[in-house]
T-cell receptor, first 113, second 112 residues
Framework: QKEVEQNSGPLSVPEGAIASLNCTYS??????FFWYRQYSGKSPELIMF????GDKEDGRFTAQLNKASQYVSLLIRDSQPSDSATYLC?????????????FGKGTKLTVNP | DVKVTQSSRYLVKRTGEKVFLECVQD?????MFWYRQDPGLGLRLIYF???????EKGDIPEGYSVSREKKERFSLILESASTNQTSMYLC???????????FGPGTRLTVL
């Protein structure tokens, strides 16, 4: 099983719809979860982080975490064409006394006007 | 706001050249990271550093070395550039290793 897995997409939604992006992870010890947005040719930009089970809302974005199912998701409400980007899920991993973030390969989202 | 800067946005080098990529952060972060990003392969960690003069290998350290002489600065060195090192190189920093990472704008390196 891959450490962090995301559907590569592309995911296409109409403007105004809800976009749902999903991520599963393999390390049960992971405690920190992040969503990044990356526009084509640009570097990743942090959107949200979540540490506790449940939902965390920030504007049009909601992160959902279920540690029992090892699942984290990002919902984007009222999707806009400017949301079209690749979304990266990242999860912390402890390894040999140090910690790092492991990134999924990303899901490409297209919001159609 | 955290600011992470990288020395070049675009760089073209020849096979066999020694290449230096520099990264500077202004938020007194303990941890700094170098990644490369390639289509279909995602972000791959090359090296990271959790303190001055400290470094740890990431997932793909072969062909690379790093230097961290000052807290704010983390350099990636390609000792003898090869064409398979053509890639987007991204630097990031974080306060703690389990915290969010902030990325620089990236350097697109082409090795001819």
């Amino acid at each position: 099983q891959k450490e962090v897995e995301q559907n590569s997409g592309p995911l296409s939604v109409p403007e105004g719809a809800i976009a749902s992006l999903n991520c599963t992870y393999s390390d049960r010890g992971s405690q920190s979860f992040f969503w990044y947005r990356q526009y084509s040719g640009k570097s990743p930009e942090l959107i949200m982080f979540i540490y506790s089970n449940g939902d965390k809302e920030d504007g049009r974005f909601t992160a959902q975490l279920n540690k029992a199912s090892q699942y984290v998701s990002l919902l984007i409400r009222d999707s806009q064409p400017s949301d079209s980007a690749t979304y990266l899920c990242a999860v912390n991993k402890s390894q040999g006394g140090s910690e790092k973030l492991v990134f999924g390969k990303g899901t490409k989202l297209t919001v159609n006007p | 706001d955290v600011k992470v800067t990288q020395s070049s946005r675009y760089l073209v080098k020849r096979t066999g050249e020694k290449v230096f990529l520099e990264c500077v952060q202004d938020m007194d972060h303990e941890n700094m990271f170098w990644y490369r990003q390639d289509p279909g392969l995602g972000l791959r960690l090359i090296y990271f550093s959790y303190d001055v003069k400290m470094k740890e290998k990431g997932d793909i350290p072969e062909g690379y070395s790093v230097s961290r002489e000052k807290k704010e600065r983390f350099s990636l060195i390609l000792e003898s550039a090869s064409t398979n090192q053509t890639s987007m190189y991204l630097c990031a920093s974080s306060f703690r290793t389990y915290n969010e990472q902030f990325f620089g704008p990236g350097t697109r390196l082409t090795v001819l």
